[in-house]
């Protein structure tokens, strides 16, 4: 067998495991999302235990409910014995992962975490195992197989209980009403807060570095205004100072190939009427939404008055990485 078909058969395999798990899924699910919901709610937090690959998918999945504002621990299985389980508390949610449900260190904590009045969610491919008998909802990730030809190392199994962690954090953050401004908050250096926390009047050229021109100027001028400013375009004003339109280098080429004397030539008979523009304190993920949905390398903004305040500037987005 060639590499390439290895490669295949596994997600193969995989992808008949996440089928499998996904056709289980059951009212268990729901009542798993409305106990940690419920220890959310009342100051508790999601305490995931596991070992071997399991542990390591439990790192994963506390991770994800974390950045999505459900607060979850790890808790070694081992350590906790020792010392750790002072990170457990009474209200608290334990979302403990094996998927025989026979794993002995798990088993030997399960009296420990029984002394708090906590809720226990299993995550097993064995919904008879010791772990689901001493569980308060058991989450089945049961798959027909491993991609291991032995049918031993954790590989499809690991893959399902990875999908399901997700799906509980995702129903979770659904349930408690989990927006895109509350991601920003748990990623505010990232590229994805940095888009919802900065407005564009935070990322705008204003001032001298804002082109603004009457539109009774010629073209020959709102040329110079232009390289003032060091911008492609300028936004064009009416007589009360409202934006009217735009006109960009673009178009000076345009109308130059196309007819003559056009320097001499008023803005407002050359000038793009109502162009696109974006108030000065939107969010600068709508302006990011606009370039990519328009064509344009510039992008105006205005205040409440509809008066052209600052220009964004595709070649800026990089230095404010939200590209």
Request: proline fraction near 3%.
């Amino acid at each position: 067998m060639s590499h390439l078909k290895r490669a295949r058969e596994v997600f193969d395999i995989e992808l008949a495991g996440l089928k499998a798990v996904r056709a289980q899924l059951d009212a268990a699910f729901d009542r798993a999302v409305d106990l940690v919901v419920s220890a959310l709610r009342q100051r508790g937090k999601i305490v995931v235990v596991g070992i071997g690959k399991s542990g390591n998918v439990g790192q994963k999945i506390a991770a994800t409910l974390t950045s999505t504002g459900s607060t979850s621990v790890v808790l070694h299985t081992v350590d906790a014995l020792h010392g750790d389980l002072g990170i457990v508390a009474d209200g608290d949610a334990i979302l403990a992962l094996s998927y025989s449900g026979e794993t002995e260190e798990l088993l030997n904590l399960l009296p420990a975490l029984k002394r708090f009045s906590v809720k226990i969610i299993s995550v097993t491919g064995a919904s008879r195992s010791s772990l689901a008998r001493h569980s308060d909802v058991v989450l089945n990730v049961r798959v027909p197989r491993e991609a291991c030809p032995f049918n031993l190392a954790p590989t499809a199994s690991t893959t399902a209980m990875l999908a399901l962690g997700d799906a509980l954090a995702m129903a979770v953050l659904q349930a408690r009403g989990f927006q895109k401004t509350d991601f920003a908050r748990y990623h505010p250096s990232g590229a994805i807060g940095r888009a919802l926390l900065l407005r564009v009047g935070d990322i705008m050229r204003s001032g001298s570095r804002n082109a603004v021109a009457s539109e009774t100027v010629s073209v020959k001028q709102a040329l110079l205004v232009m390289t003032q400013a060091r911008s492609g375009s300028v936004s064009v004003v009416n007589a009360r100072g409202k934006l009217a339109g735009v006109f960009t280098d673009g178009d000076l080429r345009r109308r130059i190939a196309a007819e003559d004397n056009v320097l001499a030539q008023p803005l407002a008979k050359v000038m793009t009427r109502n162009p696109v523009a974006v108030r000065e304190d939107a969010l600068a993920v709508e302006a990011l939404k606009i370039f990519n949905e328009r064509n344009i390398d510039d992008l105006i903004v205005v205040n409440a008055r509809k008066e052209p305040v600052g220009l964004v500037d595709s070649q800026d987005l990089p230095r404010w990485k939200l590209m």
